[in-house]
């Protein structure tokens, strides 16, 4: 098995080349290829050819290369769909704000996860990303709109806790100065709801902000649409969530997708206003994605209103999320899903 160097750390980058009998300092000269986006040994101009030789034979660059690429022609998101090094795919999107670029990165191909109203559940899970598949959707990024990205979102395909070690390894290389250098911050992670890995999270005390897919503010309508909820009920959720903040101090987002007749009644908005009482927290209401065989439709605008005027007369802080790319399916899994079925892929 050869070695994935664009997920070590640089101490171990240092180890491995000191190690393998070459000098120090080429751990810096190569880790300063690898963090330019270098797909190819040969690209590192001042590595001597015996080092080039022995890289080859050794290690590999992870790659994420572009199959596809959409751009809105209403908000300039671009959309990508990137093959990997076995040929499986993932999605990836960018996002134009004032503030500078986001990017919507994947950890898994595919999802085990199984929520009826997402589009990447069913398409089934392949595997999950390494650190530096998850590094390299970033770089690819980057070079081909020619900007740096500064925020990121790990809501993409896939559920970032359920490839938690390689997540956190990914979290710890991009924030790293010798990295991309991209601030923790900067940084939000999405779950549905792995609630042993949110404690196992909140000991790292990372700064980034934690954003936990609800969707219902009770069992009976959360189970029906996402069976982690069979799993980890939403009492145990909330519950993980209260202790993350008292752990961190940060505050928790909750994701809230408004299905029309499904969860966004009035009761639902008082029940949930009662469920996050007392919780340092804020509420992202999405308007569902119309995702082919689900038979959703997303709430019309008044029940919107009307939802998140209840959840702020209980103090609940809520907004109704931008909706961006929406010509291009910019949401998780719907170009994989679609390309795939077209080209057999």
């Known amino acids: 098995m050869k070695t994935d160097i664009k997920s070590l ?19 810096k000269q190569i880790y300063g290829w690898l963090n330019k986006g270098v797909c190819e040994f040969e690209q590192m101009r001042n590595i001597p050819k015996n080092l080039i030789d022995f890289l080859n ?23 990508y769909l990137f093959r990997l090094f076995d040929g499986e795919f993932v999605e ?68 970032p806790l359920d490839n938690f070690d390689n997540v956190i390894r990914f979290l710890k ?70 202790d993350y903040f008292d752990t961190t101090g940060r505050r928790i987002s909750f994701e809230y997708a408004m299905i029309d007749g499904v969860n966004d009644t009035d009761e639902c908005a008082e029940k949930l206003s009662k469920l996050l009482k007392g919780l340092n927290c804020h509420v992202n209401l999405i308007p569902v994605n119309s995702v082919k065989g689900t038979g959703y439709k997303k709430s019309r605008l008044d029940r919107q209103r009307d939802f998140i005027n209840i959840l702020n ?13 929406s010509d291009i399916d910019a949401s998780c899994g719907q170009l994989k899903r679609n390309y795939t079925e077209k080209t057999g892929g």
Request: aromatic letters at 8%; one cysteine or more.
């Open 57 to 79: 034979s050794s290690c590999y660059i992870s790659v994420a290369n572009i199959e596809k690429k959409l751009v809105s022609r209403y908000d300039k998101t671009v959309k």
């Open 313 to 325: 007369k209980n103090s609940i802080t809520a907004t109704v999320r931008r909706t961006l790319g």
């Open 173 to 242: 290389l991009v924030s790293s100065e010798d990295g991309l250098n991209i601030g923790m911050r900067h940084i939000t992670l999405s779950t549905c709801g792995v609630v042993p890995k949110i404690y196992e999270l909140a000991k790292y005390n990372f700064a980034l902000t934690l954003s936990v897919s609800l969707h219902a503010p009770d069992n009976e309508t959360r189970s029906k649409t996402m069976p982690i909820n069979n799993v980890y009920p939403i009492e145990q959720l909330i519950t993980a969530c209260r």
């Open 92 to 159: 990836t999107v960018v996002m134009s704000y004032r503030h500078g670029y986001s990017i919507c990165v994947s950890t898994q191909v595919g999802c085990k996860m199984g929520c009826t109203f997402c589009a990447t559940g069913k398409s089934g899970f392949s595997r999950s990303l390494n650190s530096s598949e998850i590094l390299a959707q970033i770089e690819s990024a980057q070079k081909d709109l020619n900007v740096r990205i500064s925020n990121i979102v790990l809501m993409g395909m896939g559920e």
């Open 9 to 27: 750390y640089y101490p171990e980058l240092e180890s491995f080349i000191v190690d393998s009998g070459f000098p120090k300092f080429r751990a």
